[in-house]
């Protein structure tokens, strides 16, 4: 049993701590060594004259991402109807470099990508839910996944 006398109380500190690239680099490294080493495929569609879908093109990028299941302490992700089976939530840079990407330009998570693990299997980016910010600027930014082969 603690005694009253030993009991800890913390204060709020009275000034920020930290700043926008420590953010940064404390939530990248979180993804990095937590999660996994993928591809983002991001699909380019070109249409013909009269409207239609003509050529589907696919640009590979490197990335990092950290892939968790749906919980039920993800509140807005179930308030939002996207808590279903095959669905997961990614946690994304955000943005990647073209070091990370090495497709020689840089890239940022969007709806509609895939992301695709070393083990083939692929997760369609359905929704961007947060994009998580410091100072005004963005930090990170979490996703709904949506497994593309439920028999993977």
């Not at 939002?80 to 890239?107: C, Q, R």
Request: charged share 30%; proline share 1%.
């Amino acid at each position: 049993m603690v005694e009253k006398s030993k009991t800890f109380t913390a204060e709020m500190p009275t000034k920020k701590v930290g700043n926008l690239a420590t953010a940064r680099t404390d939530i990248q490294t979180i993804i990095r060594d937590q999660g996994i080493t993928a591809v983002l495929i991001r699909q380019t569609e070109t249409t013909d004259t009269m409207g239609g879908v003509s050529d589907v093109s696919e640009k590979q990028y490197n990335i990092y991402a950290l892939i968790q299941d749906i919980t039920h302490k993800d509140r807005q992700i179930h308030e939002m109807g996207l808590a279903i089976p095959g669905n997961a939530k990614g946690f994304f840079y955000h943005e990647y470099s073209e070091d990370i990407t090495k497709a020689g330009e840089s890239v940022v998570v969007k709806a509609g990508d895939i992301i695709q693990d070393s083990d083939y299997k692929q997760w369609r980016v359905e929704q961007i839910v947060a994009e998580r910010k410091f100072e005004g600027q963005e930090v990170f930014r979490t996703a709904v996944l949506k497994k593309i082969d439920l028999n993977q």
